[in-house]
């Protein structure tokens, strides 16, 4: 039994895409599970009023799942982060992650304001000992299956040590959200050979060939989209947040270049969509931050309807597992010592 | 008039898709260019006959415009580069260079091993002052015009001022090899905003913004594909060699992924090719590295004939246009000076 505090008002194309996702996701989800919309009530329950008046009238009988909070303030999508959480503690935002905090739900999920997002979850539910931030973790569609990429932006300058913990968070996440045994972790670099790479990732090796972690070598730019490097196919890679953000991005964008191409040349875009579809980030839903003692879901400012109910079942998901206990421990053991003071 | 010496040696599918490589180049080029192939000399001429008995028969007329240097050693693909020019100073890598610091030729062209064409060419052409090392360009099909992206894998760690004098070798090359008046020059980084990056990327923004280049600001992941970022189109884009490596790489390797997915849904693969020909690599052929008193073209190791005679296009390009004297000017200049010692 999972309740799931959702931000309302974050997102592009909030309130609507919020409201809406909500209802896909109560609709789809055990009863046992709840959503709590946080933001302006008013608003909330007008545009509630009119999806089920309109074009998701059929999930009508779903209405009462859904709670709502009130929240007044929000915090708006290019607003610096740290300033944003002081000055609006009443904000959608803040207001949700509290409930979190405070026990009232057991997630928080939002398409807001990443950064806000980050630096409330830091404050509210605080991280796990010896973390500096949390990871931003998001998953790569290849050719093979998903494979687990962190840091994607919360961490530009990182340590060789500060690597070693995102494969422990990423090898927990791989494991409790796509349940994959025993995952295997990569390092992405710039050769397959050890002493390849900069001055952080050849450290980085070093460190992870003894961390315990089942770690299977360098991994390559072109390893990414196909799931596997010279050595094993990929449950987790990790890399500093810089170039995890610059190849997250740029994959974003390849795609749609590539669709635009081929349906100029005259091929069937319906055809196109379908062939691609293992490649949509949408299907994947949010990504929690790593390392904050609580569920914090990240979703795409862009996101659907579609997405957000994905976000929401990524959340309920994370409760049951006992994601978030389980980083706690792997953090706290002796291997995660061992990576933090290394 | 250019002579360009090919390494007929280097490369995966050497000395046939050199050989073939050549022979395509003279025939396009106006004779007053030729090329010398570099190599086992008997080897080569035997390849020489079997093309010319077989697929390339057409282009016999053209033999006697390829002369033939004889250099007994090969350095392999894996070999450790700053070992191998020490150990073999009779590889076709070394013979070519050689000819053209003493001006035998104009200029040096392979697709063998990269890191060995590097250390030799700084070993033998030598570094414009101010330089540590020289920078590898690649050319980024996008959805407008191509982008030059450096480095590409030279330089894994960078400073700030590494960045700007990237920047310099990219303007002049936008310039004198793709036609690009007052190059627009973008720098990679995670966010539009001037304050966002890593410490090296917050200090090269502040020091690109002084240095009299045309600089357009920051550029993330998803601009790359574009082709422009927030502020404009875009002719340079720079970054250390670490994240242009890993991007690079993770071009290559999207492109097929998603042409075997494509395929695979039954979509006929001859069109989806002739589709997204403007991203095929092939088509630009080798890249200069730059920052060497002299012309050095790296090629793909996979290089077929038909790229082989690309890149000995774009060796002529750059020995006509005297690219390697505008950088050293660049270089050397005010500008130039502010840039390497800020």
Redesign the interface.
Known sequence: MARIALDAMGGDHAPQATVAGALLAVAELDPAHSVVLVGRSAIIEQTLDEALRGEHAALATFRDRLLVVDAPEIIEMAEKPSAAIRAKPNSSMMVGLRMHAEGACDAFVSAGNTGAQMAASMVLLRLYEGLKRPAIVTIFP??EKPVVVLDA?AN??CSAAELVQFARLGAVYAHDMLGRANPAVGL?N?GEEAEK???V?KEAHALLAQSGLHFVGNV???????GHNHQSALDVVV?????G??????????????V???V????PKD??M???R??DYSEYGGAPLLGVRGVSIICHGRSSPRAIASAIKVAVQAVDNHLAEHIGKRLAGPEGAAGATA
């Open positions: 290849t050719a932006g530009v300058d992405l710039i790479g900069n001055a990732t390559e730019g072109r390893d990414l989209p196909a890399c500093d947040g810089f170039v953000n610059a190849i997250l991005k740029f994959y974003e964008a390849v795609a749609p270049l590539m635009g191409l081929l100029k040349a005259g091929l055809r196109i379908g062939a691609l293992q490649l």
